[in-house]
Antibody, heavy 121, light 107 residues
Framework: EVHLVESGGGLVQPGGSLRLSCVAS????????MDWVRQAPGKGLEWVGR??????????EYAASVKGRFTISRDDSKNSLYLQMNNLRFDDTAVYYC????????????WGRGTLVTVSS | DIQMTQSPASLSASVGDRVTITCRAS??????LAWFQQNPGQAPKSLIY???NLESGVPSRFSGSASGTDFTLTISSLQPEDFATYYC?????????FGGGTKVELK
């Protein structure tokens, strides 16, 4: 069974940094593209960025709103996905979800339960 | 960026009703359109990919279709567990973008 578990959220001051983690199980992590998606309180879903799989050299894509401030990485040996968030702003306050994209080895889009990041002074 | 305009923003319906939700893409996205369901306080759940393909385990009362850049999610007979918020997402080009969501409420 596919499981994605995010951690690392919390309260941070504007301008601060935070690193989120997502640990995956139940599938061949290295085969899959992985996304981060966020949801501000009471708002809709916003795609944050993507890291491709090893076969595609772990290349990256970002939303304009986070480019230059957020960095996505992964460690396939640890089945883990990361989101390094720097220079955080009030409008980065959201629940952050990691999401697995389908691959030839395993179909379906799966989501973790999310971790809440609150940017406040 | 591709804009996904989702309508209605909310609707009220009864158990057994047929419900239709629409997303319009601001440009062509081929068949690269997915639908997600989200219950309050929970993570989104994938329902449909590539316009009309049901994810494993999704009931057959859910269906998707397309006409040009207009995409439709239909629930043929609304069940109590279907009262939730629904989002479309295009994955044709970056940045990936979501519709604004449709909240399906009990009438």
């Amino acid at each position: 069974e596919v499981h994605l578990v995010e951690s690392g959220g919390g309260l941070v001051q504007p301008g601060g940094s935070l690193r989120l983690s997502c640990v995956a199980s139940g599938f061949i992590f290295s085969d899959h593209y992985m996304d981060w998606v966020r949801q501000a309180p009471g708002k809709g879903l916003e795609w944050v960025g993507r890291i491709r799989n090893k076969a595609n050299s772990h290349t990256l894509e970002y939303a304009a709103s986070v480019k230059g401030r957020f960095t996505i990485s992964r460690d396939d040996s640890k089945n883990s996905l990361y989101l390094q968030m720097n220079n955080l702003r009030f409008d980065d306050t959201a629940v952050y979800y990691c999401s697995r994209r389908p691959a030839a080895s395993s179909a379906g889009v799966y989501w973790g339960r999310g971790t809440l990041v609150t940017v406040s002074s | 960026d591709i804009q996904m305009t989702q309508s209605p923003a909310s609707l009220s319906a009864s158990v057994g009703d047929r419900v239709t939700i629409t997303c319009r893409a601001s440009q062509g996205i081929s068949d690269e359109l997915a639908w997600f369901q989200q219950n309050p306080g929970q993570a989104p759940k994938s329902l449909i990919y590539a316009v009309s393909n049901l994810e494993s385990g999704v009931p057959s009362r859910f269906s998707g279709s397309a006409s040009g850049t207009d995409f439709t999610l239909t629930i043929s007979s609304l069940q109590p567990e279907d009262f939730a918020t629904y989002y479309c997402q295009q994955y044709h080009s970056y940045p990936l973008t979501f519709g604004g969501g449709t909240k399906v409420e009990l009438k």
